[in-house]
């Protein structure tokens, strides 16, 4: 049975400098594209109760509460369902997030990134600091209790006290929850093309996790780069659940298949039904994606959960792997987690369970 659903929003005002997702300013397209995305999860959902909803984007909060509203009434959920929705702060209001409450969003997610001013600046966000400070207490007076800030640590001319300086803020607004994101240059961002000067390098982007690991110590560690109060989305995708993903460029994954929607206006309004790409995994895939999404979680993976879902013995096939980066690794009651030095390489190891 599939719980969870991701909606992209693909929407932005201006492209952020160092963004490469799928998102367009192009807002003159809205209308069209809901209308696409309506008819996509009025085909493909099968109208389970759903225990999460996450509207991701770009930018989720371009669109009217009314219109998040008429997306909502689409699926099934109860008191007990999250849902989520990402919103960038230069545009909210108070009256704003009092609808999205109203309507149903019980968790927000704001893309803060820094509260410095100037770092804001050169990464090309349109926010400043205290539009995040604004946003926060007006979530709050809206009856908000499940709030997150997003930060990105390694920007430009950003020091480790800079960054421990940001987390110390989001702490001190009294939040649930706290992401965290190395800063990576992909093809397709400004950044990419045009690099900006003074870039922490990797060992520094080292020491930044690991003061936010010390920092944010009365947060749950619940994932590798989420603190607090654990998101139920989140943790779907980590236990490798079924989800269904709506809209340009979304992933979902049901019964054993994953699928990715086409990433253009155009050839999504000709077929919004009809997925880019399909691929069943095979029992071998299965199991390293389990391994693979498993590390992820601070307690790591249950190797009897495995043994029995896969009829192996975990321990025997991947003892190599075991020994080569014991120092790396924590043996847990149900498994094998990583320790704090195994987090700072954890994809080059995890790249090791991949056949």
């Known amino acids: 049975m599939t719980e969870s659903a991701y909606i992209h929003i693909p929407f932005c005002k201006q492209k952020c400098n160092y963004c ?7 807002l003159e397209l809205k209308e069209q594209y809901l209308q696409a995305l309506k008819k996509e999860i009025k085909h493909h959902y099968q109208g ?24 909502l009434e689409l699926f099934n959920f109860d008191k007990q369902t999250e849902i989520t929705a990402e919103l ?16 149903g969003i019980n968790r927000i997610s704001i893309g803060c990134q820094t509260f410095d001013d100037n770092i804001l600046k ?27 800030l997003d930060f990105i640590y390694g920007l430009p001319n950003q020091t480790i006290y800079d960054f421990e300086q940001d987390l110390r803020h989001a702490v001190s607004l009294d939040i649930q929850h706290i992401s965290l994101y190395g800063l990576k240059i992909d093809s397709g961002c400004y950044f990419y093309k045009n690099p900006p000067e003074n870039l922490p390098n990797e ?21 590798i780069s989420n603190f607090g109060k654990p ?13 269904y993903g709506f809209g340009i460029a979304a992933h979902g994954y049901i019964n054993k298949v994953r699928y990715s929607n086409y990433e253009n206006f155009q050839d999504y309004f000709l077929n919004p039904i009809k997925h880019y790409k399909e691929h069943t995994l095979t029992q071998q895939e299965i199991l390293e994606e389990e391994i693979f999404l498993g590390f992820r979680k ?48 954890s994809n080059f190891i995890l790249s090791e369970f991949i056949d």
Request: charge should be neutral; hydrophobic fraction near 35%; charged fraction near 30%.
């Open 88 to 103: 960038n702060p230069e545009s909210l209001t108070q009256e704003y997030l009092c609808g999205l409450k109203e309507i």
């Open 298 to 345: 601070m307690k790591g993976i249950n190797i009897q959960t495995i043994n029995d879902k896969f009829d192996i013995d975990f321990e025997k096939k991947y003892s190599k792997i075991l020994e080569k980066y014991n120092d790396f690794l924590t043996k847990t009651t149900d498994g094998y987690a990583f320790n704090t030095k195994g987090i700072l390489i």
């Open 203 to 223: 060992d520094d982007q080292a020491d930044m996790y690991l003061k936010a690991v010390d920092v944010l110590k009365n947060f749950e560690h619940y994932e």
């Open 48 to 71: 389970e109760t759903l225990k999460t909803i996450y509207f991701g984007g770009g930018t989720p909060s371009l669109l009217s509460v009314d219109e998040l509203k008429k997306l």
């Open 20 to 26: 490469s997702f799928v998102s367009f300013p192009k």
């Open 231 to 243: 998101s139920k989305h989140n943790l779907n995708y980590w236990n490798n659940e079924n989800y």
């Open 122 to 148: 050169i990464i090309g966000r349109k926010h400043k600091a205290k539009q995040v400070e604004d946003t926060v207490k007006w979530a709050k007076n809206a009856g908000f209790d499940n709030i997150s």
